[in-house]
């Protein structure tokens, strides 16, 4: 008998103790793997805080954060240019104080974009927003200071 069985991967996006660089390298090389061993579809999931975890008690204390939806778009943007099986990101929880964010004059612009992409599995487009260069300085500089602290960002 022949069965038609596929399997869709399951990506968590930034886990605990884990910098903003790593957790978009984590997440790319992860797609890349479950392509390479025989995954149908991958579905990305970034972290949302949930009560009574010890990613809640790391984040009342300062040391964590989930994603900038900024590395969500990089994520995105590596991954589906390069693999061929469709990808979907959850944007669950997306621009509120427990999930990913990035500000609020650009959360939900791209949400919409990102949700958008899932549907025609094509490349969000890049826009600009003041917050970006915050982003960027956290990616270029976490794994220095091996710190995964967020200065910038109001709870
Ligand atoms: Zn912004």
Not at 38 to 67: N, V
Not at 97 to 125: D, F, V
Request: glycine share 4%; hydrophobic share 35%.
């Amino acid at each position: 008998m022949k069965c038609d069985v596929r399997a869709k991967a399951y990506l968590f996006v930034k886990p605990i103790l884990t910098s903003e660089k790593d957790a978009i390298e984590e997440a790319v090389s992860s797609a890349f793997y479950a392509e390479s061993a025989g995954a149908s579809r991958i579905s990305f999931c970034p972290a949302t805080i949930h009560k009574d975890t010890l990613m809640e008690l790391l984040w009342k204390k300062g040391s964590y954060q989930p994603p900038w939806i900024w590395s969500v778009m990089e994520i995105i943007q590596r991954v589906r240019s390069e693999v061929k099986i469709p990808i979907i990101m959850d944007t669950a929880g997306f621009g509120s104080s427990r999930g990913p964010y990035n500000c609020k004059k650009c959360n939900s612009k791209l949400k919409a974009m990102i949700i958008e992409s899932n549907l025609h599995q094509s490349l969000p487009e890049t826009i600009e927003c003041e917050c970006k260069s915050r982003w960027k300085a956290e990616v270029d500089y976490s794994n220095v200071t091996r710190s995964t602290t967020r200065l910038s960002r109001k709870k």
